[in-house]
């Protein structure tokens, strides 16, 4: 034991004590968390100084904290969730002598008393405190503020009471603050705003009181908003409209008037929304249909009026709507019958009327809830909702349409044909790359899909090319429509090369087109634009560098996400080079290029630049001359070579590097010789820690994530060294490298 330089015991089913001579160590990592241990934490290792981490969370440990203070590269404590008591706090106090201490976690103990102001000594590189779920009184002291590195500070669900002080702005780092479930009271203080990284802000389950502060619309990373169950009032503010990465919205059980914020529809990325139990008037906006990442929506209780929006038929991935006593009236649409994942639907205390739908969810009783206040009738007699069969009004009026409609359809398709001929005059011929069995758009369509190409649409823009959002009014799911700017030098090749390599290839990783407009706008000038499938969940690069774009989403990509990523693209690029006749080289993949689709499914995109390599040695076709990006370009380009599958090959390990670091091949540090992968080789393998992304090393306490740290990160990482080598003889083919991805894929999910 005197050796030993680790111990970790994690995530088994040990019982017993932790021996107590488990101080009279050189240990310096100890890890024994997850297990049945009870009894005391063993007063001996006050005395092993080499220790930096302390794990023995989830045990059955109790009685006092031994006072650790002399342990000087303590770096990492952890005893959550176990029985372990405050006594004084001494432990505490004492711990002010671990000046490189970075995570302190308590959680989930029976500490009480009041949290001592000594807490404002601890180090200053202090990272974590989580002392949530404990028996903690009093206020919270506010020396803790002092600690200017704290990126959490979680102490949730105790007996705290008083104000939340103002101090806490002065917490520029803080990403995470979670003080919900105790007995705040007055006003959510605006300096919160200060807090421009913040990604979660729970304070639900309180006495707050007030108007919500404008000021948290400054906070632009925010992904958990949390302020249910307070008794704030006043309306909604705008500004929270400006945190487009928000993920879980919930204002619920408040005093809150006003309507619903027209501008919700920015939210993109929202998951679940909640605004329950307040006081809302108005219509259910038209916009909330654009969040089309809706899992939950919930509006209970409120007094909002008009119908259902047709936008929410673009809720596609919608598990629960709960629209119940309110004011809402009208027919209940069809399109909730279609909507394959909708496990609960509430439109109870309502004053809708009419026909119920039939299929979907309406089949049964417990999962759509209808009753109370409504004027609705079953379309037939068998029926699992107990409501009258529709009246036979309902068939004359039908029987007065079937009269009426004819001589309408004939004048209205008289006049159709009129406009038909006329536009037939100014239509272009049909783009390269249209095929019978697609939908043909007219530009009056695209105009209508897109809103008159509204800068609200716009999802990006580039020299080429704008990319807008829509829905064509004869389909109900949502379109990216690409928009050539031809007017740029290269913009109407991109446009043929796009359609040639889209009118060529099928495969599950690569973009699908839905259709293709080439004719002229409204003023004959020439306009062309392709209708892609919408990919829900943006580009692999929103993923990778969050900070860069402000609508992306914070959610963290797991390990296992980029590791199915890595194959995804993988695939796509063995299925160019290896599958197609003549190959097919991308010439411009990048994680930009890299789209996710409601599935996180990654898919290549882009083909503005690609090339079909020809079989005839020399052709001019391959020779270089294409656009790329700096950074993925293989370096030779510079010297004369012609387009290859090798050119792919380097910019996948580029992205593979990029996407494991979370560093742009072209970052501020990259001068003087030092590059992506330069950085990464020397670290390899040893000090992949030093250079991985930091959102990697969070999950290291998860098991499966760090077997994948040991096991799998070192060979991926790999591989992207390999494809990226200077050389092309140097780099595997893509057929090579899909085999040793796939086979890490395999070994890691089935692990896990």
Known sequence: MSSLDSLELGQNNLTGQVPSCIGNTNLGVLSMSGNKFEGLIPSSLENASNLQEINLGYNLLNGRIPSLGNLLHLQLLILENNFLEAEGWEFLASLANCSLLETLEMNGNVLNGSLPRSVGNLSASLQRINVGNNQIVGTIPIEIFNLASLQMLAMDQNLLSGVIPSVVGNLDQLVVLTLSGNKFSGQIPHTIGNLSRLSKLSLDNNNLSGNIPASLGNCKQLAVLNLSFNRLQGPIPSE???????????????????????????????????????????????????????????????????????????????????????????RIPEFFANMQFLHQLDLS???????????????????????????????????????????????????????????????????????????????????????????????????????????????????????????????????????????????????????????????????????????????????????????????????????????????????????????????????????LTPPLVHCDLKPGNVLLDYDMTARVGDFGSARFLSSVPGSPEDLVGVEG????????????????????????????????????????????????HKLVSSAFPGRLGEVLDPHLSHGYRHPCDRVFMRRYMVPLIEV?????????????????????????????????
Not at 373 to 390: D, E, I, Y
Not at 651 to 663: N, P, V
Not at 722 to 751: H, N, Q, T, Y
């Open 629 to 676: 990006t700096i950074g993925y370009i293989a370096p030779e380009y510079c010297m004369g070579y012609k387009v290859s599958p090798g050119c792919d090959v380097y910019a996948f390990g580029i992205l593979i590097l990029e996407m494991l670091t979370g560093r742009r091949p072209m970052d501020a540090i990259f001068t003087d010789g030092l590059s992506l």
């Open 720 to 752: 992207g060294l390999l494809c990226s080598m200077e050389s092309p003889k140097d780099r595997p083919g893509m057929g090579e490298v899909c085999a040793r991805i796939l086979s890490l894929k395999e070994e890691f999910f089935e692990f896990c």
């Open 240 to 330: 929270l409209t400006s945190s487009t990465t928000l993920l879980s919205f919930d204002l619920s059980n408040n005093n809150l008037t006003g309507s619903i914020l027209v501008q919700i529809g920015a939210l993109l990325q929202l998951l679940q929304l909640d605004i329950s139990f307040n006081k809302l008037s108005g219509q259910v906006p038209y916009s909330l249909g654009r969040c089309v990442q809706l899992s939950s929506l919930r509006l209970k209780s409120n007094m909002l009026n008009g119908s259902i929006p047709e936008s929410f038929s673009d809720l596609k991935s919608v598990d629960q709507i709960d629209l119940s006593k309110n004011d809402l009236a009208g």
């Open 349 to 579: 205390t309502n004053y809708f009327e009419g026909p119920i739908p039939t299929g979907g969810i309406f089949q049964n009783h417990t999962a759509a809830i209808l009753d109370g206040k409504a004027g609705l009738c079953a379309s037939a007699p068998a029926t699992l909702h107990q409501f009258p069969v529709c009246t036979v009004k309902s068939k004359k009026k039908a029987l007065l349409l079937v009269k009426l409609i004819p001589p309408t359809a004939i004048a209205l398709i008289s006049f159709i044909c009129f406009v038909v001929t006329i536009l037939k005059r100014r239509q272009a011929q049909a783009a390269p790359c249209y095929k019978e069995t697609m939908k043909r758009v007219s530009y009056g369509d695209i105009v209508k899909a897109t809103n008159w190409f509204s800068p609200v649409n716009k999802i990006s823009s580039g020299r080429t090319g704008s990319i807008y959002i829509g829905r064509f009014q004869f389909n109900t799911d949502l379109v990216a429509v690409k928009l050539f700017h031809l007017e740029e030098n290269g913009a109407r090749d991109s446009f043929v090369t796009e359609c040639e390599v889209l009118r060529n290839t099928r495969h599950r990783n690569l973009v699908k087109a839905v259709t293709v407009c080439s004719t002229m706008d409204l003023e004959n000038n020439e306009f062309k634009a392709i209708v892609f499938d919408f990919m829900a969940n943006g580009s692999l690069d929103m993923w990778v560098h969050p900070k860069l774009h402000h609508n992306s989403p914070k959610r963290v990509l797991s390990l296992g996400q980029r590791l199915r990523i890595a194959m995804d693209v993988a695939l796509a690029l063995d299925y160019m080079h290896n599958q």
